[in-house]
């Protein structure tokens, strides 16, 4: 039952809102790769996208092209980035989130064992929401999946990635595994470790003015985001509590207006069948408010993070530079090793200004992408929102006409 | 065989006195007259319930037995009765002549006293008692008994049978039974005893279990057709057992026929007055009952045009209730609403006036109504509950936003409950209603000072209510009542239902406003991090829209709670109200069955009594009838004074609360409209905003 609700999710996505889809980011696609998820397959407990490349450049074998990648893949292919030390001038794109239906699944299930206990139509009325709540987040997924993609085609380096092309082209399981346990602690040492570093280059005052304000903005942008996404996600639960409200209103009315045919019941009734309706475009509102608000903020917050990653990277590799300029002058005053002290500063040196001449450009492009995005989602979410407002308003007048020309 | 049945009669006769009481209960229950000792009078009526039968439909079967259960033909006592009713009849149709029932009664209570003790006694006196018997039930009926209406309408549908024939075959009987002599009585004194039995029986049963008697008493009726033919003996025994269950079942019926007779009344008595016309005897009950039934509905007219106008003078009355104002210090403040008034009623002295009035006069002023009015099924509103916590926090607190919802919220619902109360009809007219409007000062209320120690009381009484409402088992033979207590039953677990649920829509409502608030804040965060001015100012503006829009939730959940939430409270303590006076209703039953059970009690001493020989006693115990006939007859009729009450008051009610529902709701839609104006409105300003981010 559940199964065959959601293998209707592809379906969903292709309707219209797969234009809007991937707003979070503002791309210059110039065609010669294009990305999308043309289809997604929700199993038990894994989500199956199909990944549809549609490319000119000469290192794929074909033009247009079909493969079925899990989460855990796109996991790979970010990890592989990160890991990659080439790529350490560059705000790599934030890996997705994990899809998360067990809420939804939880929900689904006390409503199976609360069956006896509510009317045949308040448990269709629940299963439906339920269900449509399922594919909200399902959808939700399939586009965090995607942005990821199109962020990475769309980037002049990692776009050339032969992971990235494996990713796309290799038609059967890449057979990557889920991180166990030794490895998943490892992270967790090194994120640990990662972060007490990340406060001591912190620390280092800057050479350059541009870091040094990107890194004082994007510290205190990264918390403000952060902060405005737990509070827009708090808002949209209770504006969705409250459609939920309206919609018992209505079931309860409705059941009210059942009892007799007398004046007030159809009366009842009438407002029933308007509080349904309400109740759909407000809890339209939530959710296109989830999607064009606490999403945007939600992937830059992420964004954001990787752009504070590469800011520390960056640190790392100053202070590294520093510490070899250090040992260098040690080594000159000792005149012992000096070769190496030498090779050493110079590594440091060069990769140090790489990752600085990159970033720069890295960090002027997200702001820009930043700004348009904001922009677009905001001019969305606001026609959107008078979209829904005009037409509440319209329901309540004509239901308000009708009323009155009852009584 | 002539002498047998004639001497079976006889003896019937004689034990009757006990057992026609009884069965006379039926009649004489609801009788303003509940003096008169009864078997006498207990006749009269079903033998004219009879006639109309036996001269219309059922002239055989009914003229069989009584023929031949005695040499003497039945025309003899028709005879008696003929002129008899042709008198009887002028009384009636003069109208309610007091003074001749008394006249009626002595002889009547004469001959009822003579015939056990000297059967000679009665011989001469039966000419005056038939007299009498015949005149009174007239009287009785065309006086205020509409108990009587739904016996004959009953009878003149489907239940014919029961009502008529039987009683018909007794009735014929009996007059022969006093008019033949009492040789026969002597002869066949045997006999009388297993008679007597066999109808005390039934009398037991009757009374006992309603389904059975009506059971047994049709079944009888059936079978009396049948085997009179065969038997006298059995047909009389069984006519007799008959009647009493009859008797007695009348009794139980009469409460469900009233209902169907006040509906069905219109068609039945052209009916009975054709019938009147045809048979001079009938003409009494029939002519009577359609007067009665004319009447009644003239009535029932008069109220619902007396409700039309009440509903369209309404607007003469004004109240509102302004400036609450907290008088006196520390615990001991409370606050003081202006109650003013705008009226042009007569009756009051002034057109506008003023008083100050604190919440412990509102519940006086509904404990007095309640106590006045409620007990006669009027529905009184119920004043808002008394709040501990809130009231506390006006008494402690400054000015915290909480107390002051909590003031206006209470002002609010004092308004309605006022309102509610001067709309009604009746207790509009009640001097303390008046007094409260007008009166500089009032006595302050004591009781409802420690209210929540009287609460626990009412919860007590509450809880012993439910108690005996589970032990009563009313039968209710009103389809209307027993529909409507469903009805509003149901009614009251949506309303509380739908009241929880409105309730968490504005507990979320606010939380939502709140969350806005919050999230508008952390927005103006952000934009003021923002590096890039426009969009950093879009932001900004962003967070001002938030704000407004956690004002205009605000707001709404405001509306959602005053105007949709207090509704629904308010008629959940409304419906409370109803099912009280239902409850009103079933208790007054309860005290009228009762009282009949009592009277029924009486009865057998009496008859005990009367086959132990103790007439010393005797006069002791008829005294103690007449007294719970009285009684009976009294609760009956207020029985029928709250049900009619309640009806009136549950139709009244039901229209008031459609009016309140359209009212109300429309008014929570149009509030939901403008604050989607609102909404479109703030929109439409940032969307150019959001279109400047460059």
């Known amino acids: 039952m559940m199964q065959e609700g959601l293998d209707d999710g592809p379906d969903f996505l292709s309707e219209e809102d797969r234009g809007p889809r991937a707003v979070n980011v503002d791309l210059q696609t110039d065609g010669t790769l294009q990305v999308d998820i043309s289809d997604a397959l929700s199993e038990r407990d894994k989500v199956k996208f199909t990944v549809h490349t549609k490319s000119t450049l000469p290192s794929f074998k074909q033009n247009e092209f079909s493969v079925v990648r899990q989460h855990e893949e796109f996991i790979w292919l970010h990890d592989s980035f990160v890991e990659n030390e080439e790529y350490a001038g560059y705000i790599i794109p934030p890996a997705p989130p994990r899809p998360d239906f067990d809420a939804s699944r939880e929900k689904l299930q006390k409503l199976g064992e609360g069956e006896g206990s509510m009317t045949k139509e308040e448990f269709t009325k629940m299963k439906q929401e339920l269900e449509a709540e399922y594919l909200a987040i399902f959808k939700k997924t399939v586009a965090m999946h995607e942005v990821f993609l199109c962020r990475v085609a769309a980037h002049p380096v990692l776009r050339k990635d032969l992971n990235f092309h494996v990713f796309l082209e290799y038609n059967q399981d890449l057979s990557v595994r889920g991180k166990n346990k030794k490895e998943k602690l490892e992270d967790f040492f090194k994120n640990v470790v990662k972060s007490a570093d990340g406060v001591l280059v912190a620390g280092v005052k800057d050479v350059d003015d541009f870091f040094e304000h990107e890194k004082t903005f994007l510290l205190?942008?990264?918390?403000?985001?952060?902060?405005?996404?737990?509070?827009?996600?708090?808002?949209?639960?209770?504006?969705?509590?409250?459609?939920?409200?309206?919609?018992?209103?209505?079931?309860?009315?409705?059941?009210?207006?059942?009892?007799?045919s007398t004046d007030v019941c159809k009366f009842f009734l009438k407002v029933s069948e308007l509080f349904e309706k309400t109740r759909k475009i407000e809890a339209r509102v939530a959710a296109d408010e989830d999607l064009k608000l606490a999403d945007l903020l939600k992937y830059y917050l992420r964004e954001s993070q990787a752009a504070k990653d590469l800011l520390y990277r960056r640190g790392r590799a100053l202070v590294d530079y520093e510490n070899a300029n250090k040992a260098l002058d040690k080594a000159r005053a000792k005149n012992k090793d000096v070769l190496q002290a030498e090779t050493t500063q110079q590594i440091c040196c060069q990769k140090f200004e790489k990752i600085s001449e990159s970033a720069k450009q890295e960090l002027i492009d997200f702001k820009t992408r930043r700004v348009a995005a904001f922009r677009k989602n905001l001019v969305e979410l606001a026609e959107l929102e008078l979209k829904h407002a005009k037409g509440n308003l319209q329901l309540l007048q004509s239901c308000l006409g009708v009323l009155k020309g009852d009584t | 065989m002539d002498a047998l049945s004639s001497g079976c009669t006889v003896k019937m006769g004689e034990g009757q006195n006990p057992l026609e009481a009884m069965a006379d209960s039926t009649f004489s229950a609801s009788d303003v007259l509940s003096d008169l000792p009864n078997d006498l009078l207990g006749?009269?009526?079903?033998?004219?319930?009879?006639?109309?039968?036996?001269?219309?439909?059922?002239?055989?079967?009914?003229?069989?037995?009584?023929?031949?259960?005695?040499?003497?033909?039945?025309?003899?006592?028709?005879?008696?009765?003929?002129?008899?009713?042709?008198?009887?009849?002028?009384?009636?149709?003069?109208?309610?002549?007091?003074?001749?029932?008394?006249?009626?009664?002595n002889p009547v209570t004469s001959a009822k006293d003579n015939l056990p003790v000297d059967d000679l006694l009665s011989q001469p006196e039966i000419d005056i008692p038939a007299k009498t018997k015949t005149e009174q039930p007239a009287e009785l009926r065309s006086e205020e008994r509409p108990k009587d209406e739904p016996l004959s309408v009953a009878s003149s549908k489907p239940k014919k049978d029961l009502f008529e024939d039987s009683p018909e075959d007794l009735f014929s009987e009996l007059p022969k039974t006093k008019a033949k002599t009492k040789p026969q009585m002597d002869l066949f004194g045997d006999s009388s005893p297993d008679l007597f039995m066999d109808a005390k029986a039934a009398a037991d049963t009757g009374p006992g279990r309603n389904a059975p008697a009506d059971l047994f008493s049709e079944e009888s009726v059936a079978t009396t057709t049948s085997k009179s033919a065969k038997s006298n003996i059995s047909a009389n025994s069984i006519v007799t057992a008959n009647s009493k269950a009859n008797g007695v079942h009348s009794d139980e019926?009469?409460?469900?026929?009233?209902?169907?007779?006040?509906?069905?009344?219109?068609?039945?008595?052209?009916?009975?007055?054709?019938?009147?016309?045809?048979?001079?005897?009938?003409?009494?009950?029939?002519?009577?009952?359609?007067?009665?039934?004319?009447?009644?509905?003239?009535?029932?007219?008069?109220?619902?045009?007396?409700?039309?106008?009440?509903?369209?003078?309404?607007?003469?009355?004004?109240?509102?209730?302004?400036?609450?104002?907290?008088?006196?210090?520390?615990?001991?403040a409370y606050m003081a609403y202006k109650v003013s008034t705008q009226t042009t009623l007569p009756m009051f002295r002034s057109k506008t006036f003023t008083v100050r009035r604190r919440f412990s006069d509102f519940l006086g002023l509904y404990e007095k109504l309640s106590e006045k009015h409620s007990q006669n099924g009027y529905i009184v509103p119920p004043p808002p509950e008394k709040s501990l916590l809130g009231m506390t926090k006006v008494k402690v607190g400054k000015d915290d936003p909480s107390s002051g919802e909590f003031v206006e919220r209470r002002r609010a619902s004092l308004e309605r409950y006022l309102q509610r109360v001067v709309c009604h009809p009746s207790l509009l007219q009640d001097p303390d209603v008046r007094e409260f409007l007008e009166r500089e000062e009032l006595p302050r209320a004591v009781n409802t000072q420690a209210l929540s120690g009287a609460g626990f009381l009412k919860m007590i009484n509450k809880a012993t209510d439910a108690v005996s409402k589970m032990t009563i088992k009313m039968n209710e033979s009103d389809v209307w009542f027993e529909e409507k207590l469903q009805e509003v039953e149901s009614e009251d677990q949506q309303l509380r239902k739908l009241h929880a649920v409105v309730d968490s829509l504005v507990s979320h409502r606010k939380e939502l406003s709140v969350n806005t608030a919050v999230f508008a804040k952390s927005v103006a965060m952000l934009g003021s991090s923002e590096d890039n001015t426009a969009l950093s100012r879009a932001l900004s503006q962003l967070a001002e829209l938030e704000d407004k829009i956690e004002q205009l939730h605000q707001e709404q959940a405001g509306n959602d709670f005053f105007v949709f939430t207090e509704l629904l409270a308010d008629y959940i303590r409304l419906l409370g109200a109803v099912r009280g006076s239902f409850d009103q209703r079933m208790k007054s039953w309860q005290r009228w069955q009762d009282a009949q059970t009592t009277l029924q009690k009486k009865r057998e001493a009496e008859a005990k009594l009367l086959w132990a020989n103790k007439p010393d006693k005797l006069q002791q115990a008829k005294d103690e009838i007449a007294e719970w006939e009285g009684k009976v007859t009294q609760y009956e009729r207020e029985f029928e004074r709250v049900s009619a009450t309640v009806r009136k008051e549950v139709i009244r009610f039901e229209k008031e609360k459609a009016r309140d529902f359209k009212k109300q709701i429309i008014k929570y839609l149009e509030s939901l409209l403008q604050s989607q104006q609102q909404l479109i409105k703030y929109w439409e300003a940032f969307l150019p905003e959001a279109k400047a981010i460059a």
């Open chain 2, 253 to 332: 019926e009469e409460q469900d026929i009233f209902a169907e007779a006040t509906v069905e009344l219109s068609l039945d008595s052209p009916h009975n007055n054709r019938k009147t016309l045809d048979t001079t005897k009938p003409s009494e009950p029939a002519s009577s009952l359609s007067a009665a039934a004319g009447s009644s509905k003239a009535q029932a007219k008069t109220l619902e045009e007396l409700e039309e106008e009440e509903s369209e003078d309404k607007f003469e009355l004004n109240i509102s209730i302004t400036n609450p104002e907290k008088v006196g210090d520390g615990m001991n």
């Open chain 1, 220 to 260: 205190e942008y990264h918390n403000r985001v952060k902060d405005a996404s737990a509070k827009s996600d708090r808002m949209i639960r209770s504006h969705k509590s409250a459609a939920d409200d309206i919609n018992r209103i209505a079931s309860t009315l409705y059941t009210l207006g059942t009892q007799d």
């Open chain 2, 43 to 105: 006749e009269p009526p079903s033998a004219v319930f009879g006639d109309p039968l036996s001269n219309i439909s059922k002239q055989e079967s009914t003229s069989n037995p009584a023929k031949q259960s005695s040499k003497l033909p039945s025309d003899v006592p028709c005879d008696i009765f003929d002129p008899l009713h042709g008198t009887g009849m002028e009384p009636k149709d003069d109208g309610k002549n007091a003074s001749l029932i008394d006249i009626v009664i």
